[in-house]
Every structure is written in C-alpha cells, then in structure tokens.
C-alpha cells in the first residue's frame, strides 16, 4: 500500500486523546479486496494515546469488536457521560499503560464510527454505499489498518491487542504481516466461528432483513430499520452473556412491580434490560454495518485463508509471542477453541502463554474490569518490550 | 370443574389415532384464569391411542412443548408425510406402549392446533381474539387437561409425560392434582425458567412485535407478522441445539457451493437450514400464540405458586412417582436445574429417580431418538403399574 496517496486531518484533542482520521486512496480504483470488490478511498478513523518513542518500538495496536469504535479511552469532552471502551485497561498506569506505550485504535472498515462503510458515500454516486458497499473480511479490515501503522512511521508494533471480532485481527495481524508484530494477545476468540456463532449471527441478520424499513439496505435518508436492528442487537447481547451472571444479575427479579402483569410488558428485570440494550443501540450504530461485520466474522477462518485449512500451517508464518486469554463462562467462543488454537501454536515452536480466566460474566467478560488481565497484559508487554530492546 | 357443560365431536380415525376435541364451558362466564382473566367455552383438541382398560388405570397423559399439538404419534392420513410429533416413543410396542396404555394427547389452552387461543374467534365479537386473549398461564393449561381427563371418564392418571413446557405441565399436575397423577416425568424441563431462557424468550417475542404485520396483534384476516414470527423461531431453533451438535450436523461446511459468495447469501449450511426452520414455521404456527405460550413458560414458577417461593414446599403436595430426565448438552435447562428439583423431591420423601443422558443433541435431545430413553420409560411405566395394581 505504499503508493497510496494519504491525507491525514487532526482532529480535537481533549486531555488524553488525540482523535484522528486517515484517508488513502490507491490508484487506478482502490483497494481491491479479497472477496473481488474494489474500493477506494478509504478513511480510517483512529484515536492515538500516548507518544511514540524515538526508535518507534512502543506502539500497540488495539483492535475493537463489532460495535467498538476508535475511542478505546479517556473522554472527548470534559462532560461525556462514558470514558472509550476499553478505559478500564487503556490509561496512564493501567494495563496497557500510556504512560510507557503509544497506543493506537482504529475504526474497522465496513463500520460506522468514522471509517469508511456502507454507510459512507459512494464516490461512484455521491449517496451512501447500502448494498452496493463491497463486502470486507476481517483480512480487507487488517489491509486497512497497516496502512495507518505505516503511515504513522511504525515499522513494528509492540503489541497487537483484541478481543472477540478484535482478536480475530489480532490473529489476522500475526500471520500477515509477522515481520510488523512482536506479540500478539488475542483474547475471548476464536481462528474461526463455530456453527453456533454462524447460526446467531445469522438470525441477527434475518432480523435485520426481515425489517421493512431495511428495503434492501437502501434506507439512507428514509426511516431506519431500527426495528430489526434492536432485535439483532438483543440476540447478540444475550449471546455475550451468560447462564451464570445473568442468574446473578437478574435471576427472576421483577421490574417495578410485585406481582406479574399478566400482559406482555416487561415483567422481567431481564426484560426490561434486553429491550434497554436494543434500543440504546440503534441510536449509535448502523444496520447495515451489522450485517457486514458479522459477515466479515463468519467468514473468518484463519486456518483456511493461511494454512490450506490447517491452523498449524497458518501459524507457521507468524513470529510473534502471544499471549491468548479465554473465559470460563464465554459459550461464544469457549476455551476449548482457545486451547486448539494454543496447540497450533506451539506446535509451531513460538513462544506462547494462555491463561483461562475464570469469570462468570460469559463472552463480555473480556470487557470487564478483571484485576487478572490488567496484571497478565502489564507483565507480558513489560517482558515483550524487555526482550526486543 | 364438574359443572362444565361438556360437548365431544368425534374425528377422524385412521389407524391408531383417534382425533377428537372437547368443548367445555362454565356458567356464568367461562374459565376463571390464573392472571384474572376469564376464558369460556374453551375447546381442547385431543388425540387417543390405544384402549383404557375397564379400571381406568393404564391412561396416560403427554403433555407437548412450545409448538406441538394433540398429534403425538402415528398417520392421520396415509401420505402423511410426517408422523405425530413423538411418534419415536408413543406406539404399539415402543417406549410409551400403546398395546398397554391407553395415551392422550392434548393441544394446550392458548395454541393454534385445534384448542381455544388467540386466533380463536372471541363469542364476543365472532372474530378472532387477537391481544384481547387473556394470558393463560402452565397452571390454566393444565386444569382444562384436567377438565378434559375427568370428561373421559380417567380418574387418576399412570403418567403424565412431558419434555420442555410439557415438563412444566407435568410438573404443575402432580402438585396442583396429587391425587391424580400416580407417576410424573419431567424430561428437560425446569420449574422455572432462568433468566437467560426469559431473556431468549422475550427476544423472539420482540422479533414478532418488530413486524409491522403484527399490527399489536390484530393481523386476522391481513398479512401475518411471518417475517417477525420466523426471526422468532430461529431464535428458539439455535437455543435447542448445542455448540456440538452443531458442530457435527453443519460445522463450516458451504451450501452447495466451494467458495465464499462474499454476499448475504446462506453461504453456510447452517445459514440455510436456520432460514429453512424459519420458512417452514410460520405455514404452521400463530404469531400470538408464540407470544402467549413463550409467556406462560416465563412465568411458570412452581415454588412461587404453590410453595410460597420454595420447590421443595411446592413438592411437598405431590404424592407421584417421579423420574426426572435431563440431557448433558441441554443449555436452555441444564442438568443442575433438574438437580434441584430431584433435591427438593428428595426432601419431600418422594419416590425419585433421576438420569442425565448423555446427548450431544441439546434441548431437542428428549425428541429425538434415544435407546437409553426408551427403556428408562417402558421400565419406570411398567413398574408404576406393577406398583398401583
């Protein structure tokens, strides 16, 4: 990607974060991506925490899940109601430590938080993409990403870090561009989705696309299919969770009442949370980024895409040391896909640790405040960084 | 409910079953529901198979799940394509043995197979109920079964058989009518549902009241909310298979195809046949009635209605011989929820034997083929009788 023409804007920098976007574009007609479409230009937008060094050896890369954005920490406005999404782990002395690493989140390709996706415009029509946006992979995503990395003058990056959709690039990164990683901490996912998460992604989907107002992702402009969005969004977030702290959360608890209603409101604590968080959602996300992301996810299959099929193969292209992490309670992307993952490794001879962290918070659990992973993420960057210098 | 005034219509006969239904009525004005409703005359379509011998001791009654019907078992017609829904269990010779037992098998109070439930037309308006249909609830199920037991002359029941919400009928009968039920068999079942099973629930119910078909449940007549309604169903669907089964039936493996579509298209197998559950549902099941019964099943709470909050109180009414049936992949009702009951059984001094098969199927393992299953039935039935005669 080294002919692509870029363009950089700096945005506004409040307290820690530097809020950025990045746009490149190569010649005759963009990026051509792995499922055949091409596309250009494309815009990335990122978020920077701390300062790189002068030998450029301190970057970590942190990639975020399905609904993430580039603000992974600290606060845009002094009054935001929420720090990023990651501000437990991402910050001056936390786990992945500003003070001591330049951290770098980026929008994925194909969202709806200031990268390029379908709902961007279509430079062919000036309109937003719908349907007519190619469908990316999680390799088109990574592509996107090095871009950025190269453009900001890293040759190597100390770490690249994520969780679920986010791991899935961690692993992508790792065996792409294994001269650019020196470690890697994919946590709570998985090389590839299980029938299970294609068949909840899938009925997500459905739901989206069973919305009327979705009419064939051309809903640009007219009403938004937040009906079916909330829905696939309340699949999702069921999914995230688990048997266990949805037990401890909720258990049978009513919502502002003693007695059932006997109608069809939201007797349930449950309920009336699941409707909450369908709701919520629509106000910030796209729907047809949906339905791209969870595409690009299902389609993952790192073994397939690098290895002819077999992990270990993939693996053997990669350098990196790593660090793979998965919770007890995660039924999405369960620790026995983790381990297959681990054997693939040292199968290949690197130098890998995996820890199973026992949480009962399911597939979220990656989110949550976990004084285990803080300690796990400080040590293994401290050690990595140790080693390369 | 002596007072009903009692109407039979014979059906139907072909072969082994006997297709009838039973309409009863209470002066003044109906059925008295446990949410405070009231519901009258309410018919019950019902299914005999084999003979009631001349004591009346050898009846059986099974009890369906969320979208069964009063046809358990055998061929209404000879190209038929399918046979009854347990047709594996219920029959001459097999784990229910019609040659021994006379079986019954009613659709319950607020389905769409020939008993009275929303698309039922209302007396008071000659059309179909719609969301003017009282919540019923598992215990309003099983006191019309009841009605209907008592109409066909059955004082106490051998068995009462039921997986899933039928497990809950189960449950409820040997509690609210001790003295009818000489032997009860909960399979994969709770006596309440956690509140990940309530929240999978009230997610599909937001999926049929996302379509704009629903119109708040008067769609009679107009369009029917099957896009939502088959969301509905998929969801329900993957909640009754397991990461294994899963992985075995489908795994990654493509739709009649050897690459990526890289479009929405099933590019997956499991894509595909979740679409397929979807389509094929909604020809035969009513939008509300999902809405009704998914409802009754989240409100079902044993030791809440007839133990003051404890099962082990609710159980101390039951007089039954029980064997309590769960299965080691069954995610929607895991193995220590049957623990539980088996517990607060024990406690009441009850007569109990428990079994966890081993199963990769998950929740739709009780449905499916299984020897362990047979025998565990032919021998607990055969024993009860032994006992009671």
Same mark, same amino acid.
């Given at each position: 990607?080294?002919?692509?023409?870029?363009?950089?804007?700096?945005?506004?920098?409040?307290?820690?974060?530097?809020?950025?976007?990045?746009?490149?574009? +190569?010649?005759?007609?963009?990026?051509?991506?792995?499922?055949?479409?091409?596309?250009? @230009?494309?815009?990335?937008?990122?978020?920077?925490?701390?300062?790189?060094?002068?030998?450029?050896?301190?970057?970590? /890369?942190?990639?975020?899940?399905?609904?993430?954005?580039?603000?992974?920490?600290?606060?845009?406005?002094?009054?935001?109601?929420?720090?990023?999404?990651?501000?437990?782990?991402?910050?001056?002395?936390?786990?992945?430590?500003?003070?001591?690493?330049?951290?770098?989140?980026?929008?994925?390709?194909? %969202?709806?938080?200031?990268?390029?996706?379908?709902?961007?415009?279509?430079?062919?029509?000036?309109? @937003?993409?719908?349907?007519?946006?190619?469908?990316?992979?999680?390799? !088109?995503?990574?592509?996107?990403?090095?871009?950025?990395?190269?453009?900001?003058?890293?040759?190597?990056?100390?770490?690249?870090?994520?969780?679920?959709?986010?791991?899935?690039?961690?692993?992508?990164?790792?065996?792409?561009?294994?001269?650019?990683?020196?470690?890697?901490?994919?946590?709570?996912?998985?090389?590839?989705?299980?029938?299970?998460?294609?068949?909840?992604?899938?009925?997500?989907?459905?739901?989206?696309?069973?919305?009327?107002?979705?009419?064939?992702?051309?809903?640009?402009?007219?009403?938004? @299919? !937040?009906?079916?969005?909330?829905?696939?969004?309340?699949?999702?977030?069921?999914?995230?969770?688990?048997?266990?702290?949805?037990?401890?959360?909720?258990?049978?608890?009513?919502?502002?009442?003693?007695?059932?209603?006997?109608?069809? !409101?939201?007797?349930?604590?449950?309920?009336?949370?699941?409707?909450?968080?369908?709701?919520?959602?629509?106000?910030?996300?796209?729907?047809?980024?949906?339905?791209?992301?969870?595409?690009?996810? !299902?389609?993952?299959?790192?073994?397939? %895409?690098?290895?002819?099929?077999?992990?270990?193969?993939?693996?053997?292209? +990669?350098?990196?040391?790593?660090?793979?992490?998965?919770?007890?309670?995660?039924?999405?992307?369960?620790?026995?896909?983790?381990?297959?993952?681990?054997?693939? /490794?040292?199968?290949?001879?690197?130098?890998?640790?995996?820890?199973?962290?026992?949480?009962?918070?399911?597939?979220? +659990?990656?989110?949550?405040?976990? @004084?285990?992973?803080?300690? /796990?993420?400080?040590?293994?960057?401290?050690?990595?960084?140790?080693?390369?210098?």
């Amino acid at each position: 990607m080294s002919e692509y023409i870029e363009h950089d804007r700096q945005g506004v920098s409040v307290g820690l974060v530097e809020e950025r976007s990045f746009t490149f574009a +190569a010649p005759p007609d963009g990026m051509l991506l792995e499922g055949g479409g091409r596309l250009g @230009p494309v815009t990335l937008a990122y978020e920077t925490y701390g300062e790189l060094n002068t030998d450029g050896t301190n970057a970590v /890369l942190v990639c975020h899940a399905l609904s993430g954005d580039a603000h992974v920490a600290g606060y845009h406005q002094e009054d935001d109601e929420k720090p990023g999404w990651w501000d437990i782990m991402v910050g001056p002395g936390k786990g992945i430590d500003t003070d001591r690493y330049f951290v770098i989140c980026s929008n994925i390709l194909g %969202s709806c938080m200031g990268s390029t996706g379908p709902s961007s415009p279509n430079p062919a029509t000036g309109k @937003p993409f719908g349907p007519d946006f190619p469908v990316v992979t999680i390799g !088109d995503m990574v592509r996107a990403q090095k871009a950025l990395v190269e453009h900001l003058g890293i040759r190597r990056l100390l770490s690249v870090i994520g969780g679920s959709i986010g791991g899935m690039q961690v692993l992508e990164w790792s065996v792409r561009y294994p001269e650019m990683v020196a470690s890697a901490v994919p946590l709570a996912t998985t090389t590839r989705h299980s029938a299970l998460a294609i068949a909840f992604n899938e009925v997500a989907r459905q739901a989206i696309m069973a919305d009327p107002a979705w009419q064939g992702g051309r809903y640009y402009g007219g009403p938004r @299919p !937040d009906h079916g969005l909330a829905v696939a969004r309340m699949i999702g977030h069921v999914t995230y969770l688990s048997d266990d702290s949805m037990r401890h959360k909720f258990g049978r608890r009513l919502q502002d009442r003693e007695d059932f209603s006997y109608n069809f !409101d939201a007797d349930f604590q449950v309920e009336s949370y699941i409707r909450y968080q369908g709701r919520k959602f629509v106000d910030r996300f796209d729907a047809n980024s949906f339905l791209y992301i969870t595409k690009a996810a !299902d389609y993952f299959d790192l073994g397939r %895409s690098h290895g002819g099929g077999s992990i270990t193969r993939a693996f053997s292209k +990669a350098g990196a040391r790593f660090l793979v992490v998965s919770f007890t309670s995660d039924w999405l992307y369960p620790t026995y896909q983790s381990k297959e993952m681990v054997r693939a /490794l040292k199968r290949c001879g690197l130098d890998v640790s995996f820890c199973e962290i026992e949480a009962r918070w399911g597939h979220d +659990a990656f989110l949550l405040p976990s @004084p285990r992973l803080t300690e /796990l993420l400080k040590g293994f960057l401290s050690r990595v960084r140790q080693k390369i210098e």
